[in-house]
């Protein structure tokens, strides 16, 4: 009863459209959770996809789970986990990527989740860092572990906003540091981000990550731009 009355006063709403929810839904209406743009995990090859890494370095796979679009519904989604503290919508998506990842025995083929890693000074600020949240939400579906240590930012880079691959990539060489690779030498590792635009960031982070000894590197965000 009490619950309903909050519900009244205060009711939840969806992060995706902001309808209200019926007591029954969590975090986003049913209507959204099917209308999402979805491409499937497993894009035939070669894709759209792939075209952002091939010929950069060698890796295995690259995933994503939503299409985002300027001012869509999942591009929203995307602000609201990297921007307004929404971990726990993170974590949630995190779960259904997971589930969608299990349908297809996928989880068998890798060894570990690594999330890219925010600058501490960064970290401090936002409070959380969303790769996490959604690498979190992955590991509980898949029972895959994360990796949290080995690696960091050691560079709080600037806003890559308004340049191309080539220029993200130059400003990322150097951004990101191993400090043990012995806890991923010889894995699969699966790394894990909220968006993949021109693919730069993954690009830089896996480089280093498979230099370090990596059997093989593969690549999932929760939302990439097609």
């Known amino acids: ?48 996809l792939r075209l952002k890494f091939d010929g950069w370095m060698d890796y295995q796979d690259v995933h994503c789970f939503f299409l985002f679009s300027e001012g869509g519904r999942v591009q929203h989604l995307m602000h609201q986990i990297k921007y307004k503290g929404a971990q726990d919508l993170g974590q949630f998506l995190g779960i259904w990527c997971g589930s969608e990842l299990n349908k297809y025995n996928w989880p ?72 043990d690779p012995s806890l991923f030498q010889g894995k699969h590792v699966l790394i894990v981000d909220d968006t993949l635009t021109t693919g730069a960031t993954m690009l830089a982070f896996g480089q280093k990550i498979k230099a370090a000894g990596a059997r093989q590197v593969s690549f999932l965000a929760l939302a990439a731009l097609q």
């Open 108 to 179: 068998s083929a890798y060894e570990l989740i690594l999330p890219i890693p925010m600058h501490q000074q960064r970290t401090h600020q936002r409070g959380y860092n969303q790769a996490l949240c959604i690498a979190e939400g992955i590991s509980l579906s898949t029972h895959i572990p994360i990796l949290m240590t080995g690696v960091e930012r050691i560079k709080n880079s600037q806003t890559l906003i308004h340049q191309n691959r080539q220029e993200r990539f130059s400003g990322l060489e150097d951004v990101f540091q191993v400090s």
């Open 1 to 48: 009863m009490f619950k309903r009355i909050l519900q009244l006063l205060y009711p939840e709403v969806c992060f995706a459209c902001s309808k209200t929810l019926l007591e029954s839904e969590k975090l986003l209406c049913t209507q959204c959770r099917l209308e999402l743009p979805r491409p499937g995990l497993f894009l035939s090859k070669p894709n759209w």
